[in-house]
């Protein structure tokens, strides 16, 4: 904010980077979306990759834009044959034999009758004709034109086919009257004494500067870095061979064998080779020599042309592998940016750069973290998790009109919530004398009246009762089956999502209840809320509820002032008990200790106070006879809900329990 001579302030745009006053990048669906999954039983790192994969808030995800890749694949490989060089040298070659034959014909000289048999000798192999014939002295002009376009089209189609674009430069040169041939020449000469020094970590970038400036119209991509033409060079060295390899073995060994006579007609074999070996040494991560996809088209690709379509096909290869991140060590920054451009444009670019901020913002905003390289959902967001389950709950509990919310009439001696409302027929809230009055002067303040008459009147309409809410406290066990089955029946998420909501229900909304979430298998065990989320189901046999009622037990003792609260999640009979040394007992079908001992502790738990409601989610009928008798000995109630509802049942349950017996 530069200041002006007489001390104004000047505004301007802010040009010091991200905008300082710009809202938090919005992760809110994200977390949520990655919770869901979460829930469900996936890992965080499993949710966040799909989620990836998906996107989100209009933008592509991986998966999108790999099947846009894969289309740009497919067209590619229609993009022709690659024997159009080979195709075109034969059509070449036969016109020069034939012009050469119309020639000889009407010469009557046994010297004609020789040059004939000459060419009937010729190698049937087009390379080994393309060889016999190069010190022929041509008899024809249009045969001996014919043979030197074979010669030019080897020479281009080579040289073009190692660095894109060279025929368009040898073309502009040649059409200036330069000497193209010898122009190549000195800058092999130079690119190999370059990328020798690059090898050697000698290079500088004044060397490379020199180099472009002199030799810089063979490279209209402009590279900016020794690196960058490096990695230009090489990939299309490695393309080259790519193309060779994809080709039919006897294809394969003409066309090595042309390229091999264009290489020595021109002088370039052994600085071709060596610049060839320089290459692989910078770049052996490249797949040098490896068969890959090549175009299959209709139409006869010069070797340039074919040399370009394998490298295009190569780059979508390693882009479509990249975008599916199915490799170890996969990251959204090993997806090339340059390459995707190429591919699908800069809108696919920027719905990458989305996606690597949506991760980025996950945590830097504290909603993931790692913790030895695992990747966690951070206390943050489970409480998010949380307070969307509830959210949830509650949407269905106003959709159906089941249940309620904290109750705001619930007598006189329930403790003031700071807000008041109009007397109604019935209420026994004390009244608001402030508000009250005050009604009553804004009533009438408009109503002339005697000097005499100062008194306000009050009318019926002018009433307003103070509003109170019972706040009976609660301590509230919640029981959660982790038993296999859970899962195999897809309710082991609407589980975690009940006890998730649950408990910041009571933490958020009710701080002056307590709650303790119980999982129980083969034994039981104190859940933490930042453990639920991604909690997974225990492998180990059993369904031990008398462990997770004598964890209940102690736990409500601790809260011996509180109304007892205690609801059980379950999809099947208790299998497992422990033994008086502790250990595990399991058996299915199970054994009548099994169920005694459960009783026995359910009974315990109905001594201590305790009402004990039971959720379950499976209605075979022995399940259903089980529960009905515990929740019967315990003066609680049987729920059969919808796996989906599970959440709705619980907390409607929770709130009708913790106003106390009286309530219920």
Same mark, same amino acid.
């Given at each position: 904010?530069?200041?002006?001579?007489?001390?104004?302030?000047? #505004?301007?745009?802010?040009?010091?980077?991200?905008?300082?006053?710009?809202?938090?990048?919005?992760? &809110?669906?994200?977390?949520?979306?990655?919770?869901?999954?979460?829930?469900?039983? /996936?890992?965080?790192?499993?949710?966040?990759?799909?989620?990836?994969?998906?996107?989100?808030?209009?933008?592509?995800?991986?998966?999108?834009?790999?099947?846009?890749?894969?289309?740009?694949?497919?067209?590619?490989?229609?993009?022709?044959?690659?024997?159009?060089?080979?195709?075109?040298?034969?059509?070449?070659?036969?016109?020069?034999?034939?012009? @050469?034959?119309?020639?000889?014909?009407?010469?009557?000289?046994?010297?004609?009758? *020789?040059?004939?048999?000459?060419?009937?000798?010729?190698?049937?192999?087009?390379?080994?004709?393309?060889?016999?014939?190069?010190?022929?002295?041509?008899?024809?002009?249009?045969?001996?034109?014919? #043979?030197?376009?074979?010669?030019?089209?080897?020479?281009?189609?080579?040289?073009?086919?190692?660095?894109?674009?060279?025929?368009?430069?040898?073309?502009?040169?040649?059409?200036?009257?330069?000497? =193209?041939?010898?122009?190549?020449?000195?800058?092999?000469?130079?690119?190999?004494?370059?990328?020798?020094?690059?090898?050697?970590?000698?290079?500088?970038?004044?060397?490379?500067?020199?180099?472009?400036?002199?030799? =810089?119209?063979?490279?209209?991509?402009?590279?900016?870095?020794?690196?960058?033409?490096?990695?230009?060079?090489?990939?299309?060295?490695?393309?080259?061979?790519?193309?060779?390899?994809?080709?039919?073995?006897?294809?394969?060994?003409? *066309? /090595?064998?042309?390229?091999?006579?264009?290489?020595?007609?021109?002088?370039?074999?052994?600085?071709?080779?060596?610049?060839?070996?320089?290459?692989?040494?910078?770049?052996?991560?490249?797949?040098?020599?490896?068969? &890959?996809?090549?175009?299959?088209?209709?139409?006869?690709?010069?070797? =340039?042309?074919?040399?370009?379509?394998?490298?295009?096909?190569?780059?979508?290869?390693?882009?479509? /592998?990249?975008?599916?991140?199915?490799? $170890?060590?996969?990251?959204?920054?090993?997806?090339?940016?340059?390459?995707?451009?190429?591919?699908?444009?800069?809108? $696919?670019?920027?719905?990458?750069?989305?996606?690597?901020?949506?991760?980025?913002?996950?945590?830097?905003?504290?909603?993931?973290?790692?913790?030895?390289?695992? *990747?966690?959902?951070?206390?943050?967001?489970?409480?998010?998790?949380?307070?969307?389950?509830?959210?949830?709950?509650?949407?269905?509990?106003?959709?159906?009109?089941?249940?309620?919310?904290?109750?705001?009439?619930?007598?006189?001696?329930?403790?003031?919530?700071?807000?008041?409302?109009?007397?109604?027929?019935?209420?026994?809230?004390?009244?608001?004398?402030?508000?009250?009055?005050?009604?009553?002067?804004?009533?009438?303040?408009?109503?002339?009246?005697?000097?005499?008459?100062?008194?306000?009147?009050?009318?019926? @309409?002018?009433? @307003?009762?103070?509003?109170?809410?019972?706040?009976? =406290?609660?301590?509230?066990?919640?029981?959660?089956?982790?038993?296999?089955?859970?899962?195999?029946?897809?309710?082991? &998420?609407?589980?975690?999502?009940?006890?998730?909501?649950?408990?910041?229900?009571?933490?958020?909304?009710?701080?002056?209840?307590?709650?303790?979430?119980?999982?129980?298998?083969?034994?039981?065990?104190?859940?933490?809320?930042?453990?639920?989320?991604?909690?997974?189901?225990?492998?180990?046999?059993?369904?031990?509820?008398?462990?997770?009622?004598?964890?209940?037990?102690?736990?409500?003792?601790?809260?011996?002032?509180?109304?007892?609260?205690?609801?059980?999640?379950?999809?099947?009979?208790?299998?497992?008990?422990?033994?008086?040394?502790?250990?595990?007992?399991?058996?299915?079908?199970?054994?009548?200790?099994?169920?005694?001992?459960?009783?026995?502790?359910?009974?315990?738990?109905?001594?201590?106070?305790?009402?004990?409601?039971?959720?379950?989610?499976?209605?075979?009928?022995?399940?259903?006879?089980?529960?009905?008798?515990?929740?019967?000995?315990?003066?609680?109630?049987?729920?059969?809900?919808?796996?989906?509802?599970?959440?709705?049942?619980?907390?409607?349950?929770?709130?009708?329990?913790?106003?106390?017996?009286?309530?219920?």
């Amino acid at each position: 904010m530069p200041r002006g001579r007489r001390g104004r302030a000047r #505004y301007g745009r802010w040009r010091g980077g991200p905008d300082p006053l710009a809202p938090p990048y919005d992760l &809110g669906s994200a977390v949520d979306e990655i919770g869901d999954q979460v829930l469900a039983g /996936s890992s965080v790192r499993e949710a966040l990759r799909d989620l990836l994969r998906r996107g989100m808030d209009g933008r592509r995800g991986l998966d999108e834009l790999r099947r846009s890749v894969r289309d740009r694949l497919k067209q590619a490989r229609q993009a022709g044959r690659m024997d159009g060089t080979l195709e075109e040298v034969r059509e070449l070659l036969d016109r020069a034999l034939e012009a @050469e034959r119309r020639e000889l014909f009407p010469d009557p000289d046994d010297a004609a009758r *020789l040059a004939e048999a000459e060419l009937d000798a010729l190698p049937e192999d087009t390379a080994g004709a393309v060889r016999a014939l190069k010190d022929r002295q041509w008899r024809s002009t249009e045969a001996r034109e014919a #043979y030197q376009q074979i010669q030019d089209l080897l020479q281009k189609e080579v040289l073009d086919s190692q660095f894109q674009h060279m025929k368009a430069a040898l073309q502009q040169m040649n059409a200036a009257g330069e000497d =193209g041939t010898q122009a190549v020449k000195d800058m092999v000469a130079d690119l190999s004494a370059l990328l020798d020094a690059h090898n050697r970590g000698e290079d500088t970038d004044q060397q490379f500067a020199d180099f472009m400036r002199k030799h =810089g119209q063979f490279f209209p991509d402009d590279p900016q870095t020794v690196d960058e033409l490096v990695d230009s060079l090489a990939r299309r060295a490695a393309a080259q061979e790519r193309m060779m390899a994809g080709l039919s073995p006897e294809q394969r060994a003409e *066309l /090595s064998d042309l390229m091999g006579q264009a290489m020595q007609d021109m002088g370039l074999a052994s600085e071709m080779a060596h610049l060839n070996d320089a290459l692989r040494q910078a770049r052996p991560d490249l797949p040098w020599g490896q068969r &890959g996809q090549v175009p299959d088209g209709e139409q006869g690709l010069g070797m =340039g042309d074919a040399t370009t379509a394998v490298a295009e096909l190569a780059d979508l290869e390693a882009l479509s /592998s990249q975008l599916s991140q199915g490799y $170890a060590g996969a990251s959204l920054a090993d997806v090339d940016e340059e390459l995707l451009e190429q591919a699908l444009g800069r809108p $696919a670019v920027d719905d990458l750069v989305a996606l690597r901020q949506m991760e980025r913002e996950l945590e830097r905003q504290g909603h993931l973290s790692r913790t030895e390289g695992k *990747l966690e959902l951070s206390p943050k967001a489970v409480r998010r998790l949380g307070a969307t389950a509830l959210r949830r709950v509650f949407a269905q509990l106003d959709a159906t009109g089941r249940g309620d919310h904290d109750v705001a009439d619930a007598g006189a001696t329930g403790e003031l919530t700071g807000a008041s409302r109009e007397w109604r027929f019935g209420d026994e809230q004390p009244l608001d004398v402030v508000k009250t009055v005050r009604n009553a002067v804004l009533r009438s303040a408009g109503t002339p009246r005697a000097e005499d008459q100062r008194a306000v009147r009050i009318a019926v @309409e002018d009433f @307003e009762v103070v509003e109170t809410e019972r706040r009976t =406290g609660a301590a509230v066990a919640l029981l959660v089956d982790l038993s296999y089955s859970m899962a195999l029946r897809g309710t082991w &998420g609407a589980a975690k999502s009940t006890a998730m909501a649950l408990h910041s229900l009571v933490t958020t909304r009710f701080p002056q209840d307590a709650i303790e979430i119980i999982g129980f298998s083969s034994t039981a065990q104190v859940l933490r809320p930042e453990a639920l989320a991604e909690l997974s189901v225990d492998t180990l046999q059993g369904t031990n509820l008398q462990h997770g009622l004598m964890l209940a037990r102690r736990f409500l003792a601790r809260h011996h002032d509180a109304e007892p609260v205690v609801l059980v999640v379950t999809d099947g009979e208790p299998t497992a008990h422990l033994e008086a040394d502790g250990t595990p007992f399991f058996c299915w079908p199970p054994m009548p200790m099994t169920i005694a001992k459960t009783v026995a502790e359910v009974e315990r738990v109905a001594r201590s106070g305790a009402t004990m409601n039971v959720f379950a989610l499976d209605p075979e009928p022995s399940l259903v006879h089980f529960v009905e008798d515990i929740a019967q000995r315990a003066g609680g109630r049987v729920f059969l809900p919808d796996s989906a509802r599970l959440g709705e049942y619980v907390v409607s349950d929770y709130l009708r329990a913790r106003r106390g017996r009286r309530a219920r």
